[in-house]
């Protein structure tokens, strides 16, 4: 089992719409390919961390470097594990800048995601680092 984890940063004119795309894409790739992980958007910012096979996981990730619909693209670790982190999750997403949620349901959902985050088992490096960025990311 492969993961590898990056961080980027969303162009400016990226929409709403892009990132639907990005998760319908995503999702059928992934179940097509047997790779997991976890995506978190906030603030104008992706982390990504994903699961398979190394080969697949590679070639997908070179792919994500030349999407056009987010630039800084940068590899934060890629490591050889025992087992999948995330073996259910396809791809979770949740807006938390949509103008549907409110106030008490984004912090609802930020203080969830920090327990999750806070109490998810690490067991490599990759996976301490997803977690401590994305929780900074939903913090800001």
């Excluded at 400016?12 to 795309?21: G, S």
């Excluded at 104008?44 to 994500?64: P, R, S």
């Excluded at 203080?111 to 490599?124: G, L, R, S, V, W």
């Excluded at 301490?128 to 900074?136: R, T, V």
Aim: glycine share 2%; charged share 25%.
């Amino acid at each position: 089992m492969f993961e590898l984890i990056y961080r980027s940063v969303a162009r400016p004119t990226i929409t709403t719409a892009d990132i639907e795309n990005i998760l319908n894409t995503s999702r059928d790739f992934n179940a097509k390919n047997n790779i997991t992980g976890c995506l978190v958007f906030h603030n104008n910012e992706f982390i990504q961390i994903l699961e398979g096979d190394t080969q697949t996981v590679k070639a997908l990730y070179a792919k994500i470097k030349n999407d056009q619909r987010h630039t800084d693209v940068m590899l934060l670790d890629e490591n050889e594990k025992e087992q999948r982190i995330f073996p259910n999750w396809s791809m979770a997403y949740y807006d938390l800048n949509s103008n549907n949620v409110n106030e008490s349901d984004r912090l609802l959902f930020i203080n969830n995601f920090i327990i999750t985050a806070d109490i998810t088992e690490k067991p490599t490096h990759a996976v301490k680092l997803f977690w401590h960025i994305a929780k900074l990311l939903v913090e800001e």
